[in-house]
């Protein structure tokens, strides 16, 4: 490989100096948290008082996370099957077609994203009543 | 085979300077190659038999993982082949703002890329502010779609979600912010003495059977081809915007960097006019549901201009809710097989990331 003096090619990279007076990119997480955007695809939440335990969000689940289970909670008094949604987070992939074919809107997907646990249980996730 | 000067080693699946999840198997006489062979069959995603046994609808969620930089172009081959299919109209608007995240994703995944050239020859700063950058993009993809990298967003029929209130001046401000930063990647990496040193007549493809041999995107334009989807065979609404399509003469590493360069010029074009055009209307057909969505008995091929080149779907129906043949051709296996085993051969070890980079190759498209 033929190396030539490009003097231009040389000097220009110093441009990256200027960085020296800028602010920084990156927030000092945990002090500082970063938002989430309205509308982001995070865990799923359920009103149970308007839950209809009709499946179509078990039916459109292309991954089979979704169970329809009885549960000891409250239910909706037009809840006919009185069973509710519950969700597998080892195979959902927050695509949100369950909350798109849902007919009262009661399933939705919350701004809340960070889970930790020490049980691979938790991954199977009733969705918050609210 | 293996003597003191003569050695084979395997450059990746777990190396920094491999685009992704495969290896290429290197025959070393030195530091110069002699022979190399491209292995995949890492992933085992199998994306094709996956969508075959789903309906439509439910398929529309697996399409967007058949390429991690870039999901957007698969996703918008996946509903211009169904509405192709199920004759199905699209509102403006919808086109619209589909042309407004197509362009979005191909801005990032050209700082993403900027990221791995720059990484392939240690230029480690640039990287880190072109990652940076792309974040200020998925920051707007977060509020759009939801995600941040598997939006599922443009779905057949429309779109998902309609543009929040101030979206359109927030992509604005920040193609602002971004066009002066361009410059600055100019000065500390395109116009690098270094990257000018190592990307200049290193990995040259020959035009003459460029074509011939399926070669697409920048490599094409690499070397002085002038093809685009987007001008060749217009989808959506890009017959109604203004954009040159960069070329270059030189077919090296360079030469593809200057091409991907000056198209993010373009895709800021393009997006000042998108913003400046956003009709109102509605933003989705009224689709049934998905065990009723059926496509007729027939077939299709579409493509769309990817940020790495031409990618394209075929599609066939059997009058089921299930799509009966769905073929994924994008630019990596030809660019990953055809022409990085042969653009290798002589090439010094070091050069080999640095030309990988150039091509555009995305190994769950292989194994699609």
Known sequence: ?130 | MQTPKHITIFHGPQHPGITGNMSVELDLMGETIQKATTHVGYLHRGFEKLIERRTVIQAFTIVCRICVPEPDPNEANFALAVEELAKMEVPVRAQYIRVLVLELSRLAAQFLWMAGQSGSIGLYAVGQWAIADRDLILDLFEELTGARVYHMYIYPGGVRRDLPEGFLQRVSKLMVYLKKRLKLYDDIFINNASFKNRAIGVGIIDASNALKQGFVGQVLRGCGIKADVRKDAPYLIYDKLEFEIPTQQAGDVYARALVRRAEMDQSIHILHQVIEQMPQGDIMLKMPTHRKFKLPKDDTWVKVESARGEFAYYMAGDGSEKIRRMQVRGPSLVHAYTLLEKLLVGAELSDVALIMNSLGICPPEIER
Request: charged share 20%; net charge neutral; proline share 5%.
């Open chain 1, 1 to 130: 490989m033929k190396w030539q003096i490009d003097i231009e090619g040389t000097l220009s990279p110093l441009a990256i100096l200027g960085a020296f007076f800028q602010k920084p990119n990156t927030i000092a997480y945990p002090t500082i948290k970063k938002t989430t955007a309205t509308g982001y695809r995070g865990f799923h939440t359920n009103v149970l008082a308007d839950c209809i335990g009709c499946a179509n969000c078990q039916d459109v689940c292309m991954n089979d996370a979704i169970d329809m289970i009885k549960s000891d909670q409250e239910y909706n008094k037009k809840n006919a099957s009185q069973c509710i949604p519950r969700i597998d987070y080892g195979r959902c992939c927050w695509c949100s077609l369950c909350t798109d074919v849902c007919p009262p809107d009661s399933l939705k997907l919350d701004e809340e994203y960070i889970g930790v646990s020490k049980h691979a249980s938790d991954f199977i996730y009733m969705p918050k009543n609210k």
